[in-house]
């Protein structure tokens, strides 16, 4: 308003003598106002727009390689840039557990090709995954919480039963930086207080071109339990992955 005001005292200013300048001005002022608000209001729709389109993306991918509830306390996404910042992502475990939180990653950062989403792929460019904490938790009935993963049902399934995978949307990391910092075993089934044990696995490695989402779940556990006793402890084999 601040503009349209000194636009028209120039105008005023300049139309005193010829009253068709002034009104040509405020037209052509409130013209360019229109066109700006129209402009605001479109690029804040798409704003919106690829914000919901990611974010459910986001969570619909990792319910489909886990099968677990999840959680984001936060997303960052840029108008212009295909990146995105997730804090505060957890993974909770299903009914049957006494603690909740099965996966702490308290930062996430994936650069994206956001045309490969509207095509039904999902081709990531760069992923950084930092899982702060992996709890794996042996219940009272002996119900290891990993076996509730949807890639460890089904490596199980294809083992015994012979069947396939259940088919996932086209899938692509070029580039994966995986941190895990500290991998927590819990053992209620010889009851309350549970067992418990804590390894700092400190794992910072990279890797690329990683074509499946099963494969991306699988390598996260084995990293997780390889350098540890847990799956000596838990009777959890590491085989199939």
């Known amino acids: 308003?601040?503009?349209l005001s000194l636009y028209l005292l120039l105008s005023n200013v300049q139309g005193k003598n010829n009253p068709d300048v002034a009104r040509k001005g405020i037209y052509v002022m409130k013209k360019t106002i229109i066109i700006i608000s129209i402009m605001f209001v479109i690029t804040i729709t798409l704003?919106?727009?690829?914000?919901?389109?990611?974010?459910?993306?986001v969570s619909s991918g990792v319910k489909a390689m886990t099968g677990?509830?999840?959680?984001?306390?936060?997303?960052?996404?840029g108008l212009m840039r295909t990146s995105i910042g997730i804090d505060g992502?957890?993974?909770?475990?299903?009914?049957?557990?006494?603690d909740e939180l099965m996966i702490d990653m308290p930062e996430i950062f994936v650069d994206y090709d956001l045309g490969s989403f509207f095509k039904g792929k999902a081709h990531l460019e760069a992923m950084k995954l930092n899982l702060r904490e992996f709890f794996i938790i042996k219940n009272?009935?002996?119900?290891?919480?990993?076996?509730?993963?949807?890639?460890?049902?089904?490596?199980?399934?294809?083992k015994d039963e012979k069947k396939e995978k259940?088919?996932?949307?086209?899938?692509?990391?070029d580039i994966l930086d995986l941190k895990i910092g500290k991998v927590v075993y819990k053992d209620y089934s010889k009851g309350t207080p549970p067992k418990i044990k804590e390894f700092n696995v400190n794992i910072d490695e990279r890797y690329e071109n990683i074509t499946d989402p099963y494969a991306l779940s699988s390598l996260i556990i084995v990293k997780a339990l390889k350098n540890t006793?847990?799956?000596?402890?838990?009777?959890?084999n590491l085989v199939p992955f």
């Open 47 to 57: 704003f919106l727009g690829k914000n919901l389109i990611v974010k459910s993306s």
């Open 166 to 173: 259940t088919e996932m949307p086209e899938f692509q990391i």
């Open 89 to 98: 992502m957890r993974l909770f475990n299903p009914v049957g557990y006494v």
């Open 140 to 158: 009272e009935k002996g119900e290891l919480n990993l076996d509730s993963l949807r890639v460890v049902e089904e490596t199980k399934e294809q």
């Open 68 to 77: 677990l509830k999840l959680d984001i306390k936060a997303m960052d996404m």
């Open 229 to 236: 006793t847990i799956a000596k402890l838990a009777n959890f």
């Open 1 to 3: 308003m601040e503009l």
